[in-house]
């Protein structure tokens, strides 16, 4: 079982509407304490920080690509292509870099997934893909960044699933 160590790349870069963190922002409650980076409000951290976690943390690819040593944070996440794995860079070009790419080739085999790399400057923008030739090749002929979505029909659907879950039933059409 892996765990984070000192890397806290999660904290420093994903949006977090709960937190009002916005993409590439440091999380306001990230604090130096001796030395080391921590979470000032660990115990109440909001649930979509007690529920992360990166492809590496949930034990794939090697420990160098660890989110802070290889500069690429890989998560899973639904798309307009159906689940991949999306790359992040934590430094500019990381996704380019050899490290950066042995990390996304790995994780990817590891999970079986395409993984969909972002522009440096905005998670939410596609520029490159590996592991999925149909992907790949829909990005490079696409003119520019692609913007990266969860299809309507998805969100819908995981709202009817909580719904449902909650024994809530809303007849179709309703
Ligand atoms: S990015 Fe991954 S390894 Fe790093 S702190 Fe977050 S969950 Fe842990
Ligand atoms: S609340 Fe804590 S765990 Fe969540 S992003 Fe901020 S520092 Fe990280």
Redesign the pocket.
């Known amino acids: 079982m892996r765990d984070?160590g000192t890397?806290?790349?999660?904290c420093r870069w994903p949006k977090i509407p709960e937190l009002y963190k916005s993409w590439k922002t440091r999380c306001q409650h990230l604090k130096k304490v001796k030395g080391t980076n921590n979470c000032t409000i660990h115990p109440d951290r909001p649930p979509p920080c007690q529920e992360?976690?990166?492809s590496?943390?949930r034990g794939h690819g090697d420990e160098e690509h660890?989110?802070?040593q290889c500069g690429v944070?890989i998560d899973a996440r639904l798309s307009q292509w159906g689940k991949v794995l999306v790359a992040k860079a934590l430094r500019p070009g990381a996704c380019q870099t050899e490290e950066g790419m042995a990390a996304i080739m790995a994780i990817g085999a590891s999970r079986n997934l395409p993984v969909i790399i972002t522009h440096d400057d905005d998670a939410d923008l596609v520029v490159g893909a590996a592991g999925h030739e149909g992907i790949v090749n829909q990005i490079k002929a696409s003119p520019g960044p692609i913007p990266l979505n969860t299809p309507q029909a998805t969100h819908e659907q995981a709202v009817q699933e909580v719904l449902k879950n909650m024994g809530i039933n809303i007849p179709d059409g309703g």
């Open positions: 984070c890397c806290t790349a999660c992360y976690k990166c590496w943390l660890q989110p802070d944070l």
